[in-house]
Nanobody
Framework: QVQLVESGGGLVQAGGSLRLSCAASRNIFTINRMGWYRQAPGKQRDLVAAITSGGITSYKDSVKGRFTIYRDVAKNTVYLQMDSLKPEDTAVYYC????????WGQGTQVTVSS
C-alpha cells in the first residue's frame, strides 16, 4: 500500500510559478510509475506528467516546456515544477502512484488568475 501526501498548491497570477510536492510512504523506486493528474470543474481527470521507476518522463502536450516532473529518491518525493502558468492550468492536481493497484493523493488546488 502507498500513501501519498500532496502540498504546494495555491493562487498565482498568469506567468507565475508553483511547485507541487508528493511525498510517498514507501521507496519510490519500487513504484512502477508516479504522476500528476489534474481535473478542472466539469472535465475529466487528465494525466499532466509522469515519471517511471527508471526515470523516464512524459508530459501532456499543453504543458511541455512549462512543467517539469522530477524526484528526490532520498525523500521519496516527486515534484511538479510549473512555470509560465496559464489560467487554463487551473484545476485540482492529484498525485498518482501506479502499481498493481492505483493510489491517489487527496488533491491540491491550483488557481491561476488572468
Amino acid at each position: 500500500q502507498v500513501q501519498l501526501v500532496e502540498s504546494g498548491g495555491g493562487l498565482v497570477q498568469a506567468g507565475g510559478s508553483l511547485r507541487l510536492s508528493c511525498a510517498a510512504s514507501r521507496n519510490i523506486f519500487t513504484i512502477n510509475r508516479m504522476g500528476w493528474y489534474r481535473q478542472a470543474p466539469g472535465k475529466q481527470r487528465d494525466l499532466v506528467a509522469a515519471i517511471t521507476s527508471g526515470g523516464i518522463t512524459s508530459y501532456k502536450d499543453s504543458v511541455k516546456g512549462r512543467f517539469t516532473i522530477y524526484r528526490d529518491v532520498a525523500k521519496n518525493t516527486v515534484y511538479l515544477q510549473m512555470d509560465s502558468l496559464k489560467p487554463e492550468d487551473t484545476a485540482v492536481y492529484y498525485c498518482n502512484a501506479q502499481q498493481v493497484i492505483t493510489y491517489w493523493g487527496q488533491g491540491t488546488q491550483v488557481t491561476v488568475s488572468s
